[in-house]
């Protein structure tokens, strides 16, 4: 992660387009700037613990502001954000769609930038001392097909739900995917049942704490997730995990329809990104939270809880990227 370079990704109102914001690649950031107060974060779920646990408190002793989250999933918080239910300084979500859901005066002009600063992959995480445990096992170590154990009789399966989070889409993407690369028609069907099986479906916020109580045997969890929480998983094939943007063109080969809007979307990378609405009260604490993203330390606590690394790129409106903030990314 110390690495990362800088590419600024510009959307015009037809497309999109790229424009390196520099020759040079951007440096990044060693120090974030000093403050007090509360920064209002909504995050996505599955990053609880790391951003309680880790960010929170490294982000306070580094800056002096405090961290004041909520968490759950990334559609939701959008959603929420929409009906003035709440005014964050930061908004983090699992999805770039997601921003876009905020974007332009249709949808109230809360988010003109976001940044993607991480992203990760799906795997199924499953419970050491579930009653199937010894065939998770053999799923781990490549000698059982992990679909045939996901289909076993009485298998308990969690995942959040694909209306209001990216990771319940996500896991409707990788098992279409899934089917293809197994040639394996029908297998969507027999591991989630409907899109919507309220049985497998809950918040993402109470996933990872039912398979630690042993509610569920398995669940469909990002790679970070799995390792912050210490929880056992199968890893997954490139070509279904949505881990790699490079196949990102072969991902959006799976799609998924909303039931409400009727609204189409289509497989992609699981990317990270952070911005700052237009609802901040807290402009300065906002900036030094993003700034403390991207640098050196923020970026190892994220890579050492199994967050993969991404070059860091601006999408939206680059112009409307605090001007402190682009110095510090610039430099």
Known sequence: FCCLSLCIVLFSACGSSTTPASSTPAATPTTAAKGSGNVQVMYAGSLVSIMENQIAPAFKKNTGYTFQGEAKGSVALANEIK????????????????????????????????????????VIGYN?????????????????????????????????DPILDPKGQATIYL???AEQYYHQPGLEQKVLGSNEN???????????ARIGAGQLD?????????????IPYITLP???????????????????????TKQVSKGGPVIYTVT?????QNQAGAIAFVNFLLTSQGQSILANNGLLSTPITVSGDATAVPQALQKDIQH
Not at 198 to 208: A, C, D, K, S
Not at 218 to 230: D, L
């Open 175 to 177: 098992m279409e995917l």
């Open 128 to 160: 050491p001392r579930s009653h199937f445990a010894s065939d998770f096992q053999a799923a781990a170590n490549g000698s059982k097909p992990w679909y045939q154990v996901l289909e076993e009789p009485g298998m308990r399966i969690g995942r959040t």
């Open 198 to 208: 309220t049985n497998q479906i809950f918040p993402e916020e109470e996933l990872v």
């Open 218 to 230: 398995a669940g469909f969890f990002y790679i970070n997730e799995a390792k912050a929480a210490h």
């Open 83 to 122: 009906g003035h239910l709440h005014r964050p300084d930061i908004f983090i979500s699992a999805s770039p769609a997601t921003n876009k859901q905020l974007m332009g005066s249709a949808n109230g002009n809360y988010v003109s930038w976001y940044a993607n600063f991480a992203r990760s992959e799906m």
């Open 238 to 260: 490139d070509q279904i995990n949505l881990g790699n943007p490079a196949l990102a063109s072969d991902y959006a080969k799976a799609q998924w329809t909303n039931p409400q």
């Open 276 to 280: 700052i609405p237009s609802t901040s």
